[in-house]
C-alpha cells in the first residue's frame, strides 16, 4: 500500500522538488501551501499526480482538512529576513506557531514522522563570526584550514539571529522537544544554501537563482558587505533524497539534528558566482554594494560529517547554476516575470 506524505509549502521551491521527487518513487503525495509567494502557481503544474489544498499552517483547521498521512515533510515557512524584520507577528505565526500546529497534527494521527526544515540562522551571527578566517581575492576562507565547517552542537545562545532565526529556532526547539517527550518521531535540518530548478529566487532569499535570473535578464544587484561572503550550496534534488532516506528509516534519524549543506567541497562566494555567470553570459552584470545586513555569516559552511556513511551531495556548485541557467532558457514565462516585475523594480529603487 502506497505511503501518504503531507509536503507543507509543497509549491514552494524545495517543497515541490521534494513532492516531485516522492512522487517518482511512488508515495502519494497532499500538497498544503498558502500559494502567497509569487511565482509558485507554475511548481505545482508539474506535480498532476499530487493532491493540491490552498491552506496555511497557521491555522491548525487547515491541517486538519488533510485527514491521515503517513508522514509530514514541512517546508512551509517565512523565508526571507527582510519580512522577518518588517512583520515580526506574521514571522512567528508562520515559523513558530505555524510548526507547533504541524506538530500537534502528527500527534493526533498517533505520532507520525515529521521531517523538519530548519536554517542555519538558528546559529548566532556573534558566534559564527567569531571564527577567525582569511579575506582572499573573491572569498574569505577559514584561518584553519582543517576546519570542516559548523557542526551541530555549535551554541546556538547569543544575539544576532535576525527574527527569522528566532522563529525558526523555536520550531526547531519544538521538534526536538516532541521527538524526546511528545511521542512524534522528529528530525531537524538545519540547511544553508539550497538552489535548484523551480527556484524563483529574490533577493532576500534564493540567492542563487536570483543572481542566474539576474544575469540572464540584465538586472542589477544588490550586494550587502564585500561580497566575499562563502556558502556551502546544495542541489534541492539532494536534498530530497535526504529527507525522504529520513522519512523511510525514521526509526535510525528519529530525534537528531544535522547541518546540511553542501558541506567543504562545495562551497561558493557571492563575487565567485557572479565572476562565473559573467563567463557564461559575456555580459559584465551591474552591482551596488551596501552596508552588511543583520545577522549575515562572513563564511557559513555546514559540517555534513554526521551523515557521511548514509549521503553526499552529488551537484558541485558550478553544475547547480549550469543547471538553473539551463532551466531558466527553457521557461521563458518565468524569465519575463522577472523582467517585467522584480528587477523593473530593483532598477528604480537604485
Known sequence: MKKRILVTGGAGFIGSTVSEYLLSLGYEVVILDSFVRKGVEHNVLRLREA???????????????VGKVDGIIHTAANPAI?????????????????????LEYARLLGG?????????????????????????????????????????????????????GVSKLSGDLYCQEYAKNMGVPTVVNRMSCIGGKWQMGVEEQGWVAWFVFAAIVGCPLNIYGSGKQVRDVLDAEDLARLFEMQLSRIGSFSGNVF??????????????????????????????????RIADHDIYVSDISKLKDVWQPKTSPTALIDKIYAWAYEHREILDMYKEGICQTLQEKN
Open 82 to 102: 527582510k519580512l522577518s524584520i518588517m512583520h515580526p507577528k506574521l514571522d512567528f505565526e508562520t515559523n513558530a506557531l505555524g510548526t507547533i500546529n504541524v
Open 259 to 292: 547541518n546540511v549543506g553542501g558541506g567543504i567541497d562545495n562551497t561558493l562566494s557571492l563575487l565567485e558566482c557572479i565572476e562565473y555567470l559573467e563567463e557564461k553570459t559575456g555580459k559584465q552584470i551591474p552591482l551596488k554594494f551596501h552596508p552588511k
Open 112 to 164: 507520525i514522522p515529521v521531517i523538519y526544515c530548519s536554517t542555519n540562522k538558528v546559529y548566532s551571527g556573534n558566534i559564527v563570526n567569531a571564527i577567525r578566517i582569511k579575506a582572499l581575492n573573491k572569498r574569505y576562507v577559514y584561518a584553519e584550514s582543517s576546519f570542516s565547517g559548523i557542526r551541530p552542537d555549535c551554541p546556538v545562545d547569543g544575539n544576532d539571529h535576525s527574527c527569522y
Open 51 to 65: 493532491e493540491v489544498i490552498r491552506g496555511d499552517i497557521r491555522f491548525s483547521y487547515d491541517l486538519r482538512r
